[in-house]
């Protein structure tokens, strides 16, 4: 596991109830994995939520949607900004504390921004 698939696994780990964590380029493409599931088609579900979340397209590709918390069914996605270009994104499972994993979420962000400026 690489280093920053380690540090997510941490972060899951304080967070708590913490299913999955990635490190997401804004189009989709996974940079960094931690936890249950299949990488690429949790990538590609929450590049979907990216989408969707937005007013419209143009408002996200802008950068007027920063991140995103949206209740799935079983838990919840969290995603806050990594720099411009990368997201920090947590899928939770049932029992999880969303004001905890959003704190933790959001430290380590504002701790790592710069490594993705």
Do not use: K
Not at 17 to 44: I, N, P
Not at 61 to 81: D, K, M, Q, S, Y
Not at 85 to 105: C, I, K, M, S
């Amino acid at each position: 596991m690489s280093d920053l698939g380690s540090a997510l696994g941490a972060l899951a780990r304080q967070a708590g109830g913490v299913e999955a964590a990635l490190v997401l380029e804004r189009t989709g493409l996974e940079v960094a994995f931690w936890g249950r599931g299949d990488a690429e088609a949790l990538a590609a579900e929450v590049a979907e939520l990216w989408r969707q979340v937005g007013a419209s397209e143009a408002l996200v590709e802008a950068g007027a949607v920063r991140g995103f918390e949206v209740a799935a069914e079983g838990g919840a996605w969290l995603a806050a900004p990594l720099g411009e270009e990368y997201l920090l994104v947590l899928r939770t499972g049932v029992g999880a504390v969303p004001g905890r994993v959003r704190f933790y979420a959001q430290q380590w962000a504002a701790e790592r921004r710069g490594e993705f400026a």
